[in-house]
Nanobody, 128 residues
Framework: EVRIVESGGGLVQAGGSLRLSCAAS????????IGWFRQAPGKEREGVSC????????YYVDSVKGRFTISSDNAPNTVYLQMNSLKPEDTAVYYC?????????????????????YGQGTQVTVSS
């Protein structure tokens, strides 16, 4: 059984920082991407960032480039999202998710796909 557990959300003032953690386990594929997605009230879920297990390549949505950094810890499949210079528009529920690389429609655009498993989410609220 695949298990994804997120932690690290909370309330922070604009300009502040938070670090999200994601621990994934129970999956059997060797090559995968772990990503962070977010959904704000009344908006569609969007891909924020992801990292590929094969080569550590990272991807970011334009709105967080230069502010967010994704990193991984291969043992035990833990991924972090360091979020700096937070803005009120970053407020959302953040979900960690995993996908088998073979399931990506376009390996060059891994944030565009629907992932195989998602965690329960962690709330990030940025006050102005």
């Amino acid at each position: 059984e695949v298990r994804i557990v997120e932690s690290g959300g909370g309330l922070v003032q604009a300009g502040g920082s938070l670090r999200l953690s994601c621990a994934a386990s129970g999956f059997t594929f060797d090559d995968y991407a772990i990503g962070w997605f977010r959904q704000a009230p009344g908006k569609e879920r969007e891909g924020v960032s992801c990292i590929k297990s094969s080569d550590g390549s990272t991807y970011y949505v334009d709105s967080v480039k230069g502010r967010f950094t994704i990193s991984s810890d291969n043992a035990p499949n833990t991924v972090y999202l360091q979020m700096n210079s937070l803005k009120p528009e970053d407020t959302a529920v953040y979900y960690c998710a995993i996908i088998d690389i073979r399931g990506l429609v376009d390996p060059g655009r891994p944030l565009d796909d629907e992932y195989d498993w998602y965690g329960q989410g962690t709330q990030v609220t940025v006050s102005s």
